[in-house]
């Protein structure tokens, strides 16, 4: 049990363009997710708490412009990056909180994003 | 603002050798401290957690409040230790994790 989807598992888009990255808990309810960047060699560093029905809530530091969180269901959040630049190329990590024992955290596999 | 620091980014040990991973924090309140574990090839995952004092895969962590440390430890290290070890902390009535930079651990048969 506890899985977590996220998909996909790596994009390359061009300068200027919107990713979408999707993660979903398969076999149970999250109302809270996280999204979480890391770069080469470094930290994963939070960037958002994604509550279900209601707004992320953002890091200091994060755009909330740049990175869209939505968490329209208790199953799925998605982060889209909008206008995306070199810069925003980097690995993206979900994960959800489990329902059973508070503050586990079940993790997605990332997506790799490379902005051309 | 909370902070975590593990300060051996590679730490390779023999064998049958014990292991300490070292983890210290800074946090204004009391926090919640976890070990996050992330074998080859696959997605991060919750070793074990302070409150429930508990070995996991022979790993114990001891929360020392005097020294705001959380190390992990293991008597014998084998080599399906050899993996990616966060230390993490969650502030008190959070859910959110911090992270620690984290330190890869080798074991040499």
């Known amino acids: 049990g506890a899985v977590v989807s996220q998909h996909p598992s790596r994009v390359i888009c061009k300068s200027g363009t919107s990713v979408k990255i999707e993660c979903r808990s398969l076999d149970f309810q999250a109302t809270t997710m996280f999204w979480y960047r890391q770069f080469p060699k470094q930290s994963l560093m939070l960037m958002a708490t994604?509550?279900?029905?209601?707004?992320?809530?953002?890091e200091q530091g994060v755009e909330k412009d740049k990175f869209l969180i939505n968490h329209a269901s208790l199953t799925l959040s998605t982060l889209t990056v909008t206008s995306a630049h070199p810069e925003d190329s980097s690995f993206y990590i979900c994960?959800?909180?489990?329902?059973?024992?508070?503050?586990?955290?079940?993790f997605g596999a990332g997506t790799r994003l490379s902005v051309l | 603002a909370q902070r975590v620091t593990q300060p051996e980014k590679l730490l390779s040990v023999f064998k049958g050798a014990p292991v300490e991973l070292k983890c210290n924090y800074s946090?204004?309140?009391?926090?919640?401290l976890f070990w996050y574990v992330q074998y080859s090839r696959q997605r991060l995952q919750l070793l074990l957690r302070?409150?429930s004092r508990e070995s996991i895969k022979g790993f114990t962590a001891d929360l020392n409040k005097g020294e705001t440390s959380f190390h992990l430890k293991k008597p014998f290290a084998q080599e399906e230790d050899s993996a990616m070890y966060y230390c993490a902390l969650s502030g008190a009535g959070a859910n959110n994790l911090f992270f620690g930079t984290g330190t890869r651990l080798t074991v040499i048969p």
């Open positions: 994960s959800a909180e489990g329902p059973w024992v508070k503050n586990i955290q079940y």
């Open positions: 994604s509550n279900e029905g209601s707004k992320a809530t953002y």
């Open positions: 946090y204004s309140g009391s926090p919640e």
């Open positions: 302070h409150i």
